[in-house]
């Protein structure tokens, strides 16, 4: 292996581990943050930041189903069932649980 292919791929790890425990970090933070905007009464607050705002989000979590696939498949391969029926038979069966979390979204 040449020196600057071994230099790109010491620089990519490099940068792989930096972003690794930076995503560590912003979770954590997030965690932080849910109690103090409740606490503070906050929860329907846009936090504006110029490219980006914070908000503080609520969304239920069906055992990690993505109801997109869900809908997908349906529509492919069984076009004839009722959709909306069949979606909540199958997440009624999940163990379902709220979360709650900061979203980071970027301003068009």
């Known amino acids: 292996m040449d020196a600057a292919t071994k230099a790109k791929l010491t620089d990519?790890?490099?940068?792989?581990?930096?972003?690794?425990?930076?995503?560590k970090e912003i979770d954590q933070l997030k965690k932080e943050l849910v109690p103090l905007i409740k606490k503070n009464g906050l929860?329907?607050?846009?936090?504006?930041?110029?490219?980006?705002?914070?908000?503080?989000?609520?969304?239920?979590?069906h055992g990690s189903i993505s109801?997109?696939?869900l809908r997908?498949?349906?529509d492919t391969y069984y076009p004839s069932v009722?959709?909306?029926?069949?979606?909540?038979?199958?997440?009624?069966?999940r163990n379902s649980k709220t979360k709650e979390t900061i979203d980071v979204i970027n301003k068009k």
Do not use: A, C, I, P
């Open 72 to 74: 997908d498949v349906l």
């Open 12 to 23: 990519l790890y490099n940068h792989s581990s930096t972003k690794d425990k930076l995503v």
């Open 82 to 93: 009722n959709k909306q029926e069949f979606m909540q038979r199958v997440l009624s069966m």
């Open 43 to 61: 929860t329907q607050k846009k936090f504006d930041f110029g490219d980006k705002f914070l908000r503080y989000k609520t969304f239920t979590d």
């Open 67 to 69: 109801q997109k696939l």
